[in-house]
């Protein structure tokens, strides 16, 4: 059966616990190089908070002291002092570069190593843009939070304490004075937060709707072309576009309104200090330096205390991004590893189903009590109407998915015993809808068998009667097939897809209307393929076309989840029971008992 939506919820651990989890697994592999850009934030912080102090030195020697000699040496150490800070910004920046590209490799290899390891009744509930949304935003958000989180301790937070001190060092007063800003900047910023963190979920679907839309316009072009669907999919895609960029728009206006608040503050604060020092400096004796130092040391935290205070807003929204990855890498496995199982063994490589029944939703089967016996090295042909659960039998067969009751067995073997990468070894699919990667024909081919040769993959081509028409190529194996083979003619790719179930030389061969959609010329050419392909395996082959499936040793008629009819070609016709009925629709100009002496 098929898993409905899986989803964790939205919040499944609190922002705080979310953040430890985030710094523990993600964070603590690299706590050596972490500790490094500490030290090199520490570095420049100290160096800001010096050249704020230094720079009250310079005016008291300058405009007190009239010291030219102190002047001199204090500039010598200005420049050491800023050399230093640039060569300890270039350090923690380019490390925690480095880290943050690693974790958001492992992080997207973590994901798509997740994805691969689902059932396919695992996608069918998900578009695939929604997982490309989680490869990309969703990764890239867990850095962010680190790299929030690291700015905000290593950089802002050390640079704002260092700061602080000159400021005490240099008038305690005044500087509880510039505190007086923080507690209603806290207030206003915390109820932002709960507006952000709606609109930062609304702008995550909608990029993965703008992504589902561009995809699939991309993808069917030529059903757009052909329909005039041009406008509609415009229209479509205008109006995610639109409804991200409204969100996109409301997060920058609520996200920015701590922005006039903290200037306006900020601004009463420089006020008041303004004041109280030039009053302190007229009529209290303080020195000049005293005043200049405090007051760049006051402008200079500024900076880091406003990101300070709009840190949770920024992590609220970032960490909307880290969840959506998590809802998938916490997800329990749909397909669970089995690989601690038994490996299948063949020997005739006999397949047989025994009463099974499937159902991809409760109470709706699709199979019913199905049994039948497909002989070793012989061809086994299910035909029947369309829904009546022919390619259901295949998918089983993959285990792609899970029988409901009954078993099917492999040799005497229930697949369901033995891990899915052995039974798969074992058996070659070729489908209608043939799928290739966007790589070579070489590429292609050698995709069923690791470590092919070339001479493994040529000979593989000559047996599927595509070495011509690859040599045909200017540059023949190495030609690309574009995306999902769109280089090549349906036969062409057919036979490539053959090429590829020859060279990996199972025994068992699973067929699904493999001609259904090619012209008779390459009809013709791919069943020739497709002889070859099944010589001496024991083969499942789905067809409609009746006469490509004339000679199968076994021919099952299936409708309902159930077989109606099993028998030869010419016993079926004989009986003119559903398949003498099929047949006879499909050669209306020719009587059953005519078609069987031709077939003769």
């Known amino acids: 059966m098929t898993e409905g939506p899986r989803k964790i919820t939205d919040d499944p651990y609190g922002a705080a616990a979310l953040i430890r989890r985030l710094i523990a697994e993600q964070g603590a592999a690299y706590w050596r190089r972490y500790l490094l850009a500490f030290g090199l934030m520490g570095v420049a912080a100290a160096t800001t908070a010096g050249s704020a102090y230094l720079l009250g030195e310079v005016i008291n020697q300058a405009y007190v002291d009239k010291n030219v000699r102190g002047i001199f040496l204090l500039s010598l150490v200005t420049i050491v002092i800023f050399t230093v800070k640039g060569a300890a910004t270039y350090g923690h920046s380019v490390i925690l570069s480095q880290i943050s590209n690693a974790i958001l490799a492992n992080n997207q290899r973590r994901l798509f190593a997740k994805l691969m390891s689902e059932s396919i009744g695992f996608f069918s509930q998900r ?9 990309t935003a969703g990764a890239t958000s867990v ?6 989180l690291i700015n905000a301790v290593g950089r802002d937070l050390l640079s704002l304490i260092g700061l602080i001190i000159v400021m005490v060092m240099q008038d305690p007063y005044m500087a509880l004075f510039g ?6 900047a806290m207030l206003v910023l915390r109820k932002l937060v709960k507006r952000i963190k ?3 979920h609304s702008q995550f679907s909608g990029t993965a709707d703008i992504m589902e839309t561009m995809q699939e316009s991309l993808q069917g072009i030529r059903t757009v072309k052909a329909f005039t669907l041009e406008q509609t999919m415009r229209d479509r895609i205008d109006a995610s576009i639109g409804a991200v960029e409204r969100d996109s728009n409301k997060m920058a206006r609520i996200s920015n309104r701590s922005s006039p608040l903290m200037e306006t503050l900020g601004g009463f604060a420089i006020a008041g200090g303004l004041m109280y020092g030039g009053y302190r400096v007229v009529a209290m004796g303080a020195t000049p330096g005293q005043f200049f130092s405090f007051l760049t040391a006051f402008l200079l935290a500024y900076e880091p205390a406003k990101r300070l205070a709009r840190l949770n807003i920024e992590l609220n929204s970032s960490l909307i991004g880290a969840r959506k990855l998590l809802e998938i890498v916490d997800s329990p496995a749909s397909e669970p590893d089995d690989s601690n199982k038994p490996a299948l063994k063949l020997t005739t490589a006999q397949v047989e189903l025994r009463d099974v029944t499937f159902a991809y939703r409760p109470d709706e089967p699709v199979l019913n009590r199905m049994s039948f016996v497909a002989e070793p090295g012989k061809v086994t042909a299910l035909v029947g109407p369309s829904g009546g659960g022919k390619s259901t039998v295949l998918a089983l067969l993959l285990r792609l998915y899970e029988v409901t009751d009954g078993e099917i067995l492999i040799d005497g073997q229930n697949i369901s015993a033995v891990s899915r990468r052995s039974l798969r070894q074992q058996t070659a699919y070729v489908g209608q809808d043939v799928y290739l990667f966007r790589a070579t024909i070489r590429e292609n081919i050698a995709f069923g068998k690791e470590g092919a040769s070339d001479d493994e993959i040529v000979a593989a081509a000559q047996a599927a009667c595509a070495h011509d028409f690859i040599m045909g190529f200017p540059l023949g194996y190495d030609t690309p097939v574009g995306e999902h083979g769109t280089q ?6 057919q036979r490539i897809a053959i090429a590829r179930a020859l060279i990996k030389n199972a025994p068992i061969i699973l067929l699904d209307e493999a001609t259904a959609a090619l012209d008779s010329e390459s009809e013709k050419q791919v069943q020739e393929a497709i002889n070859h392909l099944c010589q001496n395996r024991t083969t499942i082959v789905i067809a409609h076309r009746l006469h490509t499936i004339m000679h199968s040793d076994a021919i099952l008629v299936v409708e309902g989840g159930e077989i109606v009819e099993r028998g030869r070609h010419d016993d079926l016709l004989r009986r003119g029971g559903r398949y003498a009925s099929f047949f006879r629709l499909q050669h ?13």
């Open 588 to 600: 209306r100009d020719t009587p059953p008992l005519a078609a069987i002496v031709a077939s003769a």
């Open 127 to 135: 578009h695939s843009s929604e997982f490309l949304a989680r490869l």
């Open 143 to 148: 850095t962010q939070v680190l790299n929030l």
């Open 198 to 200: 709606g609109l930062a």
């Open 488 to 493: 090549l003619s349906g036969g062409q790719r």
């Open 179 to 184: 505190f007086l800003v923080a507690p209603p």
